[in-house]
């Protein structure tokens, strides 16, 4: 073992600086901040190669007094603060008084910068953490800051940005982003000779959104606003007929800075689940106001994360502000007052370490809703369902009717019950009673008597030897098959396409569209065709063989959702996507009769999950035969 010693300061600069500034979007950011902080109305961002080569951000702020510019590289040198305490009452975006430094350690920067107090402009160079120059400059008002040669002294990482397509298009992202949350300032973002974005600074969020996005992303919104005590929340949100896949229309300020708050994202996901299409999320640009000394932005070094000290007043305010307009506006369709049935079994627990993103994300949109409170809930008339999830006593359980499964099954067997509870207590957890006893692969129908279907996603089994009901989810025992198919047909490099009689067409924002273009290569093994068209577009001209009967056009963004999921990943694994092909193929399917479950059950059966999906959702359920008539005839 070698003996430790200390790191020399260049050394130790360079460290801090890469984790500042990883890659152009975060010099980016913080310039663009430090303009804002200084009162500018007109921001101009210019860029080459994706910011590799070469940056610019220029600003009509108040500009650098001479005597200021000397410590304007120098670590820990900044107007935001004074002391700490400030730090609970902070006005400005920047304040940690690195993000300059860091910027000068990593690249080649020329700042240029002219007070409305001063006739002449002032110009510093410095080269990779070294002084170079100062002196006059011919400038307008304000600031310019230039970056040029990222991480040429640091090869390895430089090779470890991604390609310039890629980094161009984070950068949109965030101006598309910073131009919405400072809509009084105008933008302008200009690659490699082109203009990007181009917004007015008007003072008006819809015009500024229309300028940044599209007219249907404008025009498909509600104006919120309402106040309580000293909290404030205002904005626009999108109606049941405005979602999207990505992310990138999702947006959240506090106090004028751009945040991400993971509690209440999954609050307005939940708010929405079940009044637009499952697996898009809601358009909202929420705008919060709060105490400053109420929140607290100096949790993470990117600044973009938050903690309120009252979050319960915040979540009441954006939760009720969010169901007031989309009540009024007749966008919140109540459930149907028909009194759901329900069949109430449960299997022990399983775990699958091949839980997909997907389901994961929907799980916490559901858990948002199931959380609201009631009264809302109430004044809505709406019926919400946490589908296959434990009941809350722990002694009952429950799976509601699946609506994704209507009508899966058009068979002579099948038959409704009334409401029927079968205790915990109640349900065989033995060894004996195994899945593997009691449905051999051969032999299997020698003892078993198949009873009909219920619900439409239920088939009933009975076991005489055994004296019991074997209740199979036909739904997640597709899903099982499905996924072992595919996966094997993937793994063999033998799966098919089949070409759409018409392509499907689809418009992604610039976020999503990087993520489809980073997955495409396993997407084109899964078996579609895809081609990339414009800055935006996508069209879809086959799709694979095995699901092409079941393929519909918004599959490809339930899958694009999942894809979505990855969040920091560049790429998901092969594995979340082929688990989510199989689920969404799983949700069209629609079975003519029992036969044709008779052979799912043979599939999985010889499956080496045989228990459960993809998703980790039991397949079979075991019941003790006699309290289940009990509890019929009872009923």
């Known amino acids: ?52 080569d070469y940056i610019r951000v220029t600003d009509n702020g108040s500009g650098i007094f001479d005597e200021d510019l000397p410590n304007v590289f120098k670590k820990h040198f900044t107007s935001k603060i004074t002391n700490f305490e400030d730090l609970f009452s902070l006005d400005t975006r920047g304040f940690r008084g690195e993000a300059l430094n860091s910027i000068q350690n990593v690249s080649e920067v020329s700042l240029s910068t002219k007070t409305h107090e001063e006739n002449v402009g002032l110009n510093i160079k410095y080269s990779f953490g070294e002084f170079v120059s100062k002196g006059e400059a011919v400038t307008n008002y304000g600031t ?55 917004t ?6 819809k015009t500024t959104i229309l300028e940044v996005y599209d007219l249907n992303t404008a025009t498909k919104t509600i104006k919120i606003d309402k106040t309580f005590d000293d909290y404030k929340v205002y904005g626009l949100i999108g109606n049941s007929d405005n979602s999207t896949v990505g992310q990138n229309k999702s947006l959240l300020f506090v106090n004028g800075r751009i ?44 600044k973009k994360f938050v903690k309120f000290n009252d979050f319960d007043k915040v979540k009441y305010l954006v939760e009720s502000s969010i169901y007031e307009v989309l009540k009024s506006n007749k966008d919140v369709v109540s459930a149907s007052s028909e009194e759901s049935i329900s069949f109430t079994v449960e299997d022990e627990e399983v775990n699958d370490e091949e ?49 994704d499964s209507d009508e899966i099954i058009d068979s002579d067997f099948q038959f409704e019950i009334p409401n029927i509870v079968v205790k915990k207590e109640e349900v065989i957890k033995n060894t004996e009673t195994s899945i593997e006893t009691l449905l051999p692969i051969d032999g299997m129908w020698n003892f078993n008597i198949p009873l009909g279907i219920v619900f439409n996603n239920y088939f009933l089994i009975e076991n005489k030897p055994k004296n019991c009901m074997i209740v199979v989810n036909i739904k997640n025992a597709i899903e099982r098959s499905l996924y072992d198919k595919i996966n094997s047909d993937y793994a063999n490099k033998s799966v098919g396409t089949q070409t759409a009689l018409e392509p499907f067409v689809y418009n992604y924002d610039r976020g999503t569209l990087e993520k489809i273009e980073g997955n495409i290569e396993i997407l084109s093994e899964l078996g579609f065709d895809i081609s990339i068209m414009g800055e935006n577009t996508v069209v879809l001209h086959g799709v694979p063989s095995l699901i092409s009967d079941k393929f519909i056009k918004s ?36 079975l003519a009769n029992v036969n044709e479950i008779k052979q799912i059950l043979y599939d999985v059966l010889n499956s080496k999950n045989s228990l459960t999906s993809p998703q980790g959702k039991n397949i079979f359920t075991i019941v003790d035969e006699a309290r289940f008539i009990e509890r019929l005839l009872h009923e």
Request: glycine share 4%; net charge negative.
């Open 1 to 52: 073992m070698k003996k430790i010693i200390k790191l020399d300061n260049k050394t130790i600069e360079n460290i801090a600086a890469g984790e500042i500034i990883n890659r152009p979007v975060s010099i980016i950011k913080e310039l663009v901040e430090n303009s804002i902080d200084a009162g500018a109305t007109d921001i101009v961002v210019e860029i080459k190669r994706g910011g590799k």
């Open 259 to 302: 945040t991400e708050n993971k509690e209440l994202e999954k609050l307005i996901d939940g708010i929405y689940y079940g009044i637009i299409p499952k697996n898009r999320r809601p358009v909202y640009f929420i705008f919060l106001t709060v105490p400053k000394n109420s929140v607290d932005v100096n949790i993470h070094p990117s």
């Open 555 to 590: 599959n490809f963004d339930d899958l694009v959702y999942t894809i979505e999921g990855g969040n920091n990943h560049k790429n998901i694994t092969e594995k979340s996507l082929i688990s989510s092909l199989s689920k969404i193929a799983s949700n069209s399917s629609r």
């Open 355 to 403: 839980i997909s993103l997907e389901n994961q994300q929907m799980d916490d949109a559901e858990d948002s809703v199931k959380n609201s409170p009631q009264n809302i809930k109430s004044s809505l008339n709406m019926d919400y369902y946490n589908i296959e999830a434990a009941a809350d006593d722990g002694n009952d359980y429950k799976f509601e009717t699946d609506n």
């Open 200 to 205: 007015s600074g008007s003072g008006n969020l």
């Open 144 to 198: 310019t800051i230039e970056s040029s040669n990222l991480f040429k002294n640091m090869p390895v990482r430089r090779d470890f940005l991604a390609s310039d397509r890629t980094e161009e298009n984070q950068i949109i992202s965030l101006i598309e982003t910073m131009a919405v949350a400072y809509y009084s300032t105008s933008f302008r973002l200009i690659s490699n000779g082109r203009t990007v974005i181009n």
